[in-house]
């Protein structure tokens, strides 16, 4: 790792045990509410399984606790992706621009940075108080309560703290969000990060009698025939670089909006493509390039261990995790992994 990168994270996980203080305030934020105070929570763009799932999770435990002026969004485009379809909790879900302006409370769950929030990064400021749930070692640091843990897998370990510490009964629709969250920042309990903590946390979880078979398949093992066309397409213009990122290799894949269109599918349908990606035995970086506008691209990094990534996506302007990150890149597919394959070598893993 990166002499950088290595001190960053020590750093915040120095401050998360310095913030573990953050627990009572962040109670008292919530015990502090009248019933008609209006509480914001917002996830990021492009929401995943974690952002989702903790930030849904979280708003039935205010529900439950009474919360009634209670409201979750996102920024860019109001679309729930199709495996989330089913989710508890949608119905807390606004537009953003039906998004209190002036929110009493605002919970933040799974932002990295606050240009992850978008146009809702303003309600930081408007709100009369902020909570951040997080756990990227590369949160940049905003919000007035924050509860940022690097060390969890998910921030619905974070969240699952939280309303423990609040007296939430952990129910079976809560569960069930908290679950999708976890499962998918561990790839479904694969990852590094599954410590017998985090199974441990299934275990509370799936003991409320959720279904983890019926729930994995309809979020990660289902999508259209012309997706999986798509998926094929785009795998197979796939090329492989042995000598990239000081020889420990990389491969990787562009999507454009043509592929989208050819195949009638929506943006979020390439998030799970990294998947197949990242299982090419012989290199240890694999990167997928989506494009979100015309020179304009949303991109996936991930390690097996050689490369910190989240060095990477940092010098790019992006950010994550040590062994997925993402940034966004400018130019054609060719420009931007161009840029990645020159800070690839620059954060080897030593
Ligand atoms: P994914 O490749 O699944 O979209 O993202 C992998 C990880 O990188 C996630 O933890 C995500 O939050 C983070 N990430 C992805 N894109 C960006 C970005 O543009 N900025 C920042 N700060 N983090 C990102
Ligand atoms: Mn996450």
Request: glycine share 6%; charged share 25%.
């Amino acid at each position: 790792m990166t002499d950088t990168v290595s001190r960053a994270i020590a750093a915040a996980v120095a401050e998360f045990e310095a913030e573990n203080d953050n627990w009572a305030p962040a109670v008292a934020a919530v015990e502090e509410l009248a019933p008609d105070d209006r509480v914001l929570l917002i996830c990021h763009v492009n929401p995943d399984g974690d952002a989702l799932g903790s930030m849904l999770g979280f708003g039935l435990g205010l529900r439950q606790l009474g919360v009634r002026n209670l409201q979750a969004t996102f920024p860019g485009e109001f679309e729930v992706p199709a495996p989330f379809a089913a989710m508890p909790g949608l119905d807390l879900l606004v537009p953003a621009h039906e998004a209190h302006a002036d929110p009493d409370l605002v919970v933040v769950f799974d932002v990295a940075a606050e240009s992850r929030m978008g146009a809702l990064a303003d309600r930081l400021e408007r709100a009369t108080t902020s909570v951040v749930l997080d756990h990227h070692a590369t949160n940049t640091g905003f919000g007035d309560v924050r509860l940022v843990n690097p060390r969890a897998a998910a921030t619905s370990v974070v969240v699952e703290e939280l309303l423990d510490q609040l007296d939430v009964e952990l129910d079976a629709d809560i569960a069930e969000c908290l679950y999708i969250a976890l499962a998918t920042d561990t790839g479904s309990f694969r990852f590094d990060m599954t410590t017998p903590q985090v199974h441990e946390m299934a275990a509370r979880l799936i003991e409320t009698g959720i279904r983890p078979g019926e729930i994995s398949r309809r979020i990660f093992d289902s999508r259209p025939f012309e997706a999986m066309k798509l998926f094929a397409d785009v795998l197979s213009r796939a090329e492989m670089e042995p000598e990239a990122a000081g020889g420990h290799g990389m491969v990787w894949t562009y999507a454009t909006l043509e592929d989208l269109d050819r195949h009638a599918q929506r943006p979020y349908v390439l998030d799970a493509l990294i998947d197949p990606v990242r299982c090419v035995a012989e290199v240890d970086v694999s990167v997928v390039i989506k494009q979100v506008a015309p020179t304009e691209w949303a991109v996936s990094l991930r390690s097996k261990g050689a490369v910190d990534v989240s060095a990477v996506a940092i010098a790019l302007h992006g950010g994550g995790h040590r062994l997925a990150a993402g940034f966004t890149g400018y130019g054609t597919p060719a420009e931007v992994i161009a840029t990645v394959r020159q800070e690839l070598s620059k954060h080897l893993v030593s």
